[in-house]
Each structure stands twice: as structure tokens, then as C-alpha cells.
């Protein structure tokens, strides 16, 4: 069983709103074992539409549409579903009435526009809006099951939710599918997909594939199995042949982010940490107090964006900035040296770097990073080079400088 | 002419990644009045690529595709396009040594994997990628442009600005569709709906939209001439409507952000700023330092999340935090002022307040901020109440604090 989805609405192919409503969709259809295998965005003209209810009636199984059914002129899927279908548009009083309600229950007048939302095709039966005015259509044509929905994303995802995935997940049959994500960062896909080249051999029957961000490579494995158990079992033993690999280089599964793991890590440990940095900003130390909780473990955080703000607070001796510069390995030392003994925190951790697009030198390229490390134990300086835009780059340093966090913490460095 | 986007990847249809792309192409297509007709979505499929790729031919001019051009056996879209075209995939020595010219940049070794990346159809034209690995694919057949970009959106983006737009720029024909957004903060929806009510009587030919957002409330205005002229005059009118009306909310248009906006302020105004940041944890720093060239007015931040922090660096007086706690005007008023004193800035501002889900006292919700701002005429807090999760409520925080930044420059507070 296969399914598309049709996005409906001049704002989609103006640009002017991403849809999101459809990677909704595809998510929860998927979660119940239908794989959405095409979405098709048109604007709001009848041709198109109908064009390409045409199309995906020929091809898939089950078709989810959106947008359309609002109370202006523009908004027309109503009329196309009744051509669709050759069926009359008729004023549901039932409809009608509840829409009024609604109005009522919100001390609000309902406009005459709002009447339109009542016509409903006579070949097709209504999905309830409890949040909106528009209702949604349901109706089958040759065994093609079609589902109308607002494209307003409250009342679309209410209606998959409490309408759709229960009329079809008794439909879906035994075909299950999982998948799951595998989240790195410091390492090119080039070398994951090396590390793992012989994966497809070993595992016929997971798909891989290799999605890069600004935080690093995530790799993806999906399956389909009979069964939940058999598909999670079968990913289970391609998860951990993964592991067995480039184990290192993964930090978290799924929506677990950097910051999350390295906190966890910290709280585990008991080592609280501080951070100074130049070159990104605060992104580390914002990303850090993304995390609720933070506050056990993150000490502070000084921006020192000025050399004198190097100087002032860290106490970075100015010779060691006049000698080096203030991007240099040395500058980088003193920095988390620094940071560490006014903060008494356990680790002390820096950024120093050109993020771009100027401050470039001969030797000290866009995307130069030295990132400190400062601990009881030891201090390091680690440099890297990236090649991209200013935001890009100072993404890449933060997660950078975090994975020095999760592997010394981990003993990897 | 009109045009159809083809967008390809599992992970689109696996509803895992949102077609940002798709949007971003679409507006900026029409941006030089070619409009996207349609946007059509496919997995990692030699067929479905093809068939869309046919379809598109059928009845669209100009089709742009992403994804599958990178280095990894789910990426397909050179072998399509070989097969679309009936042409031969042939190692381009020139685009192999680019390559590997890329990764002797970075210092990192080019995998085996990368050469295919250099495989291209011998009836394509390459189209540079000077910050990724793959480059893209250009041709032509039966007089339909087709243009092959990578998935990764800041090369995607490049590309379309650097070589898509300029190919098509000649090409467009006179149905210009044109369009502002004008960017708001601190004010309710509701209450600029209020104040510009009249705007669609006074201008039926403009579209006017109301998109909230973490940072605010973005309002639209779209419109569509015969001539690029004609719709920039029009929506001129309707724009400086808007700015009699509501125009101190305004911060800026299109992709401007409030923190660019401060720091043209700051710059003019000859101003330096420092920032001392308790709930905010770094976001505000890191919002002024994504601006290139921010290092002639950001002098330094503190993010003193433990009181220890703000006693030390910042100088408040623990007693003032005994007396009226850690999130108070007090304390908000002390970390403004300390800031300003120790950095030397002009400018001093601070946060504290309690970012959630923990950290609620009865007096003192979720949500609940003091800014400080201090400069030499004069010294104040503000406060605010917010509602939603940690992260939505650590954007406002820090909106409303440059926004406070931003009005006491133009004398507004």
C-alpha cells in the first residue's frame, strides 16, 4: 500500500511557506507502515489539481490532500472534488450549523463567506474539524481512498491524528517499517560510507543512506519487516554493526542532540564545565543551556570577543596575543587555562578562530578554528579548517569543540 | 515560462527532513518572474526520478532538481540523468582534481567513494560548486532547461544565486509577482491586525498575510503586475501604509534580522555594547556575532549562570541577591550595570528570568524575564511574561532584549 500527498496553495509554490504538512504526513503515514512515495505541490487552480488527483489515483493507493478548503475564493478543492467525482455540491444544514456554533462559542460573527464551507460534494462523506471551520472530505474512488484536509497545520495534524491513521492503520496491513538515525559529527560522509562500505552486503534488507547538516553526517537506517519485533530486531544487528565501526563518531540516536549527550555525560561524571569563546559567539554555551537542567553542570560563560575582554577576564597574557595573535593555538590555551581557574569548574573550554567572511590572513584561512581544552589531568589545543559561510562555520566549531567534551569525558582523546 | 521543482530523497518522503529547499528555489524563481507550477517530490528511485523528470519535461520550461549527487550509493541522480538523456557517464579528470583539491584543503583524505562524484553525463554541462564536493549538472533537451543541484542547502543555495539565476534572469517573461515581509517583534497579532484593518479596502490588488513566528509577527504583503515596475509601485503604497501605522514594530524587511538591525544602529550611533546573560545562556551574544563585522561593537559577553558568576565577573552584590533573588529587577539592574562597568561598553544589557519547564516559583512563572539596559544617561529594567517551552522562551527573551537595544537608540523608549 502506497500513498501521495497533495499539497494544495499559491503560498507553497510563491515559497512563502515550507511545507511542513507534508513531511507531517509522510511521518505518521510511515509510523503505520505506509510509505508515502510521492508529493505532488500544485497551486490553487482546478486544472492542477485535478491534474494531479488524476495522476495519483493512477499510481497510489491512498492520497492525502491539503489546503484548499477555506472560506475565500481562493480556495477551491471543494469544487475540484465534486468535478473529480462528478458529484453536486450540496449546503450541509448539519455543517453549516456547526460552524455557526463555533462562531457563537467564540463571540465572533460568522462572515456569509464562511457558508461555502458547508457545501460539501454528495459523493463524499465529512471528517470532523473540532478546531477549525472547514470540515475535511473523505471518499473513495475505484478503491483509491482520498482524504481532503485544511491546510492549516493545527487542524490538518488533528485530523491525521484522530480521523485518518484510524480509518487506515486497520488497512495497513502487516507491512511494517522502522528506521532509525544515527547522528555524527567529525567525520566526512566519504569516510562513514568507507567505514561501512560493506554494510548493503551484510544487511540486503535495511536501506542506508547518508544525510549531511551543518552538525555532521547522520546515517539513516530504515527497514520493513512483518512484523514491529522482526523490524526492530532486523535494524537492532545493522545498528550495531554500525557501532562495531565508526561507533566513535556517534554521539545520539535520532532527536538527541550533542549538547544533550554531553551534559548527560557531565552530570554522570560530576564535572561541571565553563566556556570561553571568540569566534563562536556564545553558540556553545547557548546550545549548552538549551538543555533544561544546565545549571548543574554549567559554571559560566564568557564571550571574549575583544582582546582586552581576553586580557581583563581570562587573564591571557597580552605578550601571548602580541606574539601569536589572538587566533593561535597558544591564545587558545591560555584562554580555557583561563576560564578554568576564575571559574573553578572542572573543565575549562575555548574557541579561538576567523568564522568569516573577513578577518582572513596567509596563514589563517576563513574557517580556522584552535579550540582549548583545560582539565585537572591535561590541556590541549586542537585546530581545525572549514570551508563554509560564516553561520555554517560557527556551527561546525561548536560541535567541534562539544565532541572534545564527549570524547575526553568517553576517554577517546 | 513556468517552472517545476524535482525534489529527491528518502528522507523527504520519509517526512524526516522538510522541503526547505523547494521553497527556498520557488522563491526565488519568482523573484525574477518565473513562477514554480508545480513542486514534485520522489525517494531515491531510478524510476520515479525518471518519471518525474518526464512529466516535468511535458509540460514545464525551466525544471530545477536537488539531491542525489553525493558520494554514496543511495545518491542516483548522475545514473538518471545519463539515462534520461541516453548519454555516457564519463570520469571527468578536471572535476576529479577539484575534488581532490577540496579535501587537500581541509587536510582530510579523499575517499575512493568521492570519484564518482566526477562522473558526469557526456550531454551535461557541470555547474561549479565551490563549497562541496559535488558539482551540479546543467542541460538542455527539446529546448527544456534542466538543472541538477545538490540536497545540501547551503550548496544548493549557491548555486541558484551564482549560476541558476543568472542563466534564467534573461529568460523571464512579463507576469512579475512581487513581494515584502516586514518583520515585527514585541507586539500581538491581534493588535496589528487592529491598527491596519483598513489596509484591504484601501489596497485590494495586495495580498496581506499574517505569519507568527519564535521572533514574531511577519507581515506579508504579495502582489502581482504587469511589469516589475508596476508591482514595486504598488507595493511601495501599500508598504509605507503599514509603516504610518504600526511602523515603530517594524525592525526590518525580508531577511533582515533584528540583530543586523542593532548593529547598524550601534554602528552608527558609534556606540559599543556588552551583553550579560543569565537565562538567555549565550543567545544574544550569539545572535549579535552572527553579523559579520559585529566585532566593532560587541565588546564581550558574560553568561553568568551561577550566582558565583555574577558576584565574580560581574560585580553584583550578593546581598541583593539574597534579598530579592537571582531572577529579580535588582539583580537585573546590578548585571547591566557591572557589565557595562567592567567591559568599559556603552552599552549594558542583561537577562535573568527562568526559561523553563523548572525553576517556577509562585511569584515568578515559567516564561518570566528582567532585562536590564544601562547606558551613561540612564539605567532601567523591563519585564516581560512569556508562555511556551525553553527554547521559544529563550528567543523572545533575547528578541526583547536587542529590541529594547534597538528602541533606545531611536529614542523610542
Request: hydrophobic letters at 40%; aromatic letters at 6%.
Amino acid at each position: 500500500m502506497q500513498a501521495e500527498v497533495i499539497s494544495i496553495g499559491d503560498e507553497l509554490l510563491a515559497g512563502l511557506t515550507i511545507n511542513s504538512n507534508a513531511s507531517f504526513i509522510a511521518e505518521n503515514l510511515l509510523g503505520i507502515g505506509i510509505p508515502v512515495r510521492w508529493i505532488t505541490t500544485v497551486g490553487d487552480n482546478e486544472d492542477d489539481i485535478l491534474g494531479a488527483m488524476e495522476k495519483a489515483h493512477d499510481r497510489a493507493e491512498v492520497i492525502i490532500m491539503t489546503g484548499g478548503l477555506g472560506p475565500t475564493n481562493d480556495d477551491i478543492s471543494r469544487h475540484v472534488v465534486a468535478r473529480f467525482l462528478d458529484a453536486k455540491l450540496i449546503l450541509r444544514k448539519d455543517v453549516l450549523d456547526q460552524i455557526a456554533r463555533r462562531f457563537k462559542r467564540m463571540n465572533r460573527t460568522m462572515a456569509p463567506t464562511n457558508e461555502i464551507q458547508a457545501q460539501i460534494p454528495d459523493k463524499a462523506d465529512i471528517i470532523e474539524n473540532r478546531i477549525g471551520t472547514a470540515p475535511g472530505l473523505q471518499f473513495k474512488k475505484d478503491n483509491r481512498l482520498f482524504f481532503v484536509l485544511p491546510g492549516v497545520p493545527s487542524e490538518m495534524k488533528r485530523m491525521i491524528m484522530k480521523s485518518v491513521l484510524p480509518i487506515l492503520e486497520n488497512r495497513a496491513g502487516e507491512n511494517i517499517l522502522c528506521g532509525v538515525k544515527l547522528k555524527t559529527t567529525g567525520v566526512a560522509e566519504s569516510e562513514l560510507y568507507y567505514q561501512i562500505r560493506k554494510f548493503t552486503d551484510l544487511f540486503p534488507k535495511i536501506r542506508l543512506a547518508f544525510l549531511p547538516n551543518p552538525s555532521g553526517i547522520v546515517i539513516r537506517l530504515t527497514a520493513r519487516e512483518q512484523s514491529a519485533t522482526d523490524c526492530t530486531n532486523l535494524l537492532d544487528k545493522g545498528k550495531h554493526y554500525i557501532y562495531q565501526q565508526v561507533g566513535q563518531y556517534i554521539y545520539g540516536e535520532d532527536d538527541h542532540t550533542l549538547e544533550q549527550t554531553v551534559g548527560t555525560l557531565l552530570l554522570k561524571a560530576g564535572k561541571t564545565i565553563a566556556v570561553a569563546e571568540s569566534c563562536t559567539g556564545g553558540l556553545i554555551s547557548d546550545k549548552l543551556t538549551n538543555i533544561s537542567g544546565s545549571s548543574a553542570y554549567f559554571e559560566r560563560g564568557v564571550i571574549a570577543y575583544s582582546n582586552r575582554a581576553k586580557i581583563d577576564i581570562l587573564n591571557v597574557r597580552s605578550d601571548i596575543i602580541k606574539k601569536y595573535g589572538a587566533v593561535s593555538e597558544e591564545t587558545a590555551e591560555a584562554m580555557a587555562r583561563g576560564i578554568k581557574k576564575i571559574s573553578g569548574a572542572d573543565i575549562g573550554l575555548s574557541t579561538t578562530g576567523i568564522a568569516g567572511p573577513t578577518g582572513a590572513t596567509p596563514d589563517k584561512p576563513v574557517g580556522f578554528v584552535c579550540i582549548g581544552y583545560s582539565d585537572d589531568q591535561r590541556t590541549f589545543v586542537q585546530k581545525y579548517v572549514f570551508t563554509r559561510d560564516r553561520l555554517w562555520n560557527k556551527e561546525r566549531f561548536a560541535m567541534s569543540a562539544l565532541d572534545i567534551v564527549r570524547k575526553t569525558i568517553l576517554g577517546d582523546i
